[in-house]
């Protein structure tokens, strides 16, 4: 009988062995694949801003911030254009939250489109100048483009008013 009792305890001992190796195996195998698969890093996204934007030839450009979705503090640019964008100002998501306001004056979208395209004669007289009175009406696109990634973040229209 003692034959028979010690057969199946050292039975059980390899069992248990292989058992436990097949556990702490498969966690393994858990904790890789998540980290591979990415559960383990957490992303910072980069935030989508809704913006209000009012433009005057007197006033020049006001956008208003309406709402962003969570994610990374990101400095942007403020471009304006119809076809071809020029920069007139920047910004921050960390500042710009739902209710705050911007404010480029029309001397700023002067200098923001002779900063782009160079002083040249007539330059006044086209459509892509933004505070020019002759355009009164038009509707040209506001972006604020991500400054480190180019992104645009968001995007609004405004009508040219007096």
Do not use: H
Not at 61 to 80: H, S
């Amino acid at each position: 009988m003692n034959a028979r009792e010690e057969s199946r305890d050292a039975a059980v001992s390899p069992v248990i062995g292989i058992m436990l190796m097949l556990v702490v195996t498969i966690i393994i195998a858990a904790v890789v694949s998540s980290f591979a698969g990415g559960l383990g890093t957490t992303k910072d996204t980069t935030p989508t801003v809704t913006f209000n934007a009012d433009l005057s030839v007197a006033d020049g450009l006001t956008i208003t911030c309406l709402g962003a979705t969570p994610g990374k503090n990101v400095n942007f640019d403020v471009c304006v254009g119809d076809s071809n964008y020029y920069r007139v100002g920047m910004g921050s998501t960390s500042t710009f939250t739902p209710g705050t306001s911007l404010i480029y004056p029309a001397k700023k979208l002067t200098q923001g489109f002779t900063d782009a395209f160079g002083e040249f004669d007539g330059y006044e007289g086209t459509g892509m100048y933004v505070p020019n009175p002759s355009f009164i009406g038009k509707t040209y696109a506001i972006q604020l483009i991500d400054g480190d990634s180019g992104t645009t973040i968001g995007k609004a229209y405004a009508v040219l008013t007096a």
